[in-house]
């Protein structure tokens, strides 16, 4: 078991016009599926003092998150309307970052989370601030920058692993990969969705595909590709070993709804 600590984005997924609702973000996400392979896992982060926040809190603490460190704030939880469209395709209408918006764990936090084996930051919006600090402290940190965000927020130097999402072009898998070594990560790991993934650190490069699955919501299983990833990256696995376990808990993700399996709810 080790210690992981995941940073930033919470957000209720809302989907139209059904009206189900699920939590999800990326920081969550991960968090959720680390504790769900039996690690310890923290969560820091902001909610609303609403019923949204207290659900969240809740979710977590359920599947085994220590919640301690989420700073509960005056005003809404984050939220994203998603458009269901018939064809089944999902386009993302609006986001709201609630608290989530100028979220910064305090000076007590930043030293828990020295601490820790591992740190991965979701969406942040304080320009790398965070990030360059643990690094600094000689942290292993990793980040997603796929996740909805400024370019400032979401510079790689210094990371340990940086993810990102090349969807099913393998040409521009290679071109971030190359892209993500040259400006500081120690470890580039680009998913190809249906295509599989592909880890390098600007001498080696492998790939791995995808495991064939019965695909019920792809929601969150970027999320869940990383926190296989991690584990087995921090328990020392290669790095085959490391996309094979990446790709066994994305497909796990893609055979039920939302990011983690969790309370569904209707607005």
């Not at 740190?119 to 643990?134: N, P, S």
Request: aromatic content about 6%; glycine content about 14%; some cysteine.
């Amino acid at each position: 078991m080790l210690r992981f600590a995941a940073v930033g984005d919470n957000c209720i997924d809302r989907f139209r016009p059904s009206g189900l609702s699920l939590i999800g973000g990326n920081a969550v996400n991960v968090v959720v599926q680390l504790a769900r392979l039996g690690h310890q896992a923290h969560y820091f982060g902001a909610v609303g003092e609403d019923a949204d926040g207290h659900r969240t809190i809740a979710a977590l603490a359920a599947h085994g998150v220590k919640v301690g460190n989420v700073q509960r704030k005056p005003g809404h939880t984050a939220f994203t309307d998603i458009d269901v469209l018939p064809s089944g395709e999902r386009v993302f209408a609006y986001e709201d970052f609630g608290v989530c918006a100028g979220y910064r764990p305090t000076l007590a936090e930043v030293e828990m989370l020295k601490t820790m084996d591992h740190v991965h930051i979701g969406w942040m919006d304080d320009h790398g601030a965070l990030k360059e600090e643990l690094c600094r402290a000689g942290v292993s940190v990793s980040q997603d920058i796929s996740v909805n965000a400024h370019p400032e927020n979401l510079l790689v130097s210094g990371l340990s692993v940086a993810f990102g999402s090349a969807g099913e072009d393998a040409g521009l898998a290679d071109i971030m990969l190359r892209r993500l070594i040259a400006e500081g990560a120690k470890l580039a790991v680009v998913t190809r969705g249906a295509d599989g993934a592909c880890v390098s650190d600007g001498e080696q490069t492998i790939a791995a595909g995808a495991q064939p699955v019965d695909v019920i919501d792809t929601t969150g299983a970027g999320d869940s590709f990383i926190a296989g990833f991690l584990s087995a990256y921090r328990a020392g696995s290669g790095w085959e070993t490391c996309l094979e376990a990446g790709q066994r808990l994305a497909a796990q993700t893609c055979g039920h709804l939302g990011g983690f399996p969790q309370a569904e709810q209707v607005r």
